[in-house]
Structure formats: C-alpha cells, structure tokens
C-alpha cells in the first residue's frame, strides 16, 4: 500500500525558505511513469498544484510559483523535497504530497501538514 508523509516545519517566518520533505512508502518514486506531487490548499480556498517530479527526475511546476518553487527527489531515501523561497503569510497552507500515474493527477495523497507564514 503507498504511503506518503509529509514532514517539516509548521512556522516559517516570512522573505524565509519553506521546505518540506515527503517519505514514501510502499512504492518506489522511481517506478516508471509515477510522477509525485506538491499541491497547497490555503484557507478557506482553492487547492493549487504547485509542481511534480517524474520518475525519471523531470520537473514541472506551474508558472505562477515557478520563479520561488523548487522540487528535488533524494532516491536512497525514497524522499522527495519541496523548497518555496521568499515566503509571504499567503503562503500560508496545508501542504500535500501526491503520487499520481500522470503529471496531472493525483491517486495517493499524505495527510497533509499545516506551515503557517508568520513573523
């Protein structure tokens, strides 16, 4: 059975980096055509996808984070990391990692962990 475990700070000050790592069980984030997720859901909106590392190490993120948003994998770990530079309190959000079967969705997801933007 996947797994997947979000870990990390819950307080980040803001102009700091937020980085989050996610430990996967169950499954390799090396399997051919597994593609693993971050995605944000801020209070009180909408989630928002915020980028995915494939199998093979591509990355993709979506273009209004890109510029701040960087996705790394460490596969001895079976982990994969989230970096989002120069945080601002809207950055403020339940953090998830995904696995999906393509670049766009998501069939397994951690619980989810709280980071909150704040001075």
């Known amino acids: 059975q996947v797994q997947l475990q979000e870990s990390g700070p819950g307080l980040v000050k803001p102009s700091q980096t937020l980085s989050l790592t996610c430990t996967v069980t169950?499954?390799?984030?090396?399997?051919?055509?597994?593609?693993w997720s971050w995605i944000r859901q801020p209070p009180g909106k909408e989630r928002e996808w915020m980028g995915v590392i494939s199998y093979d190490g591509s990355t993709y993120y979506t273009p209004s984070l890109k510029s701040r948003t960087s996705i790394s994998r460490d596969t001895s770990k079976n982990q994969f990391s989230l970096q989002l530079s120069s945080v601002t309190p809207e950055d403020t959000a339940v953090y998830y990692c995904t696995r999906g079967s393509t670049i766009v969705t998501s069939d397994y997801w951690g619980k989810g962990t709280l980071v909150t933007v704040s001075s």
């Open positions: 169950g499954a390799s984030i090396t399997t051919k055509y597994s593609f």
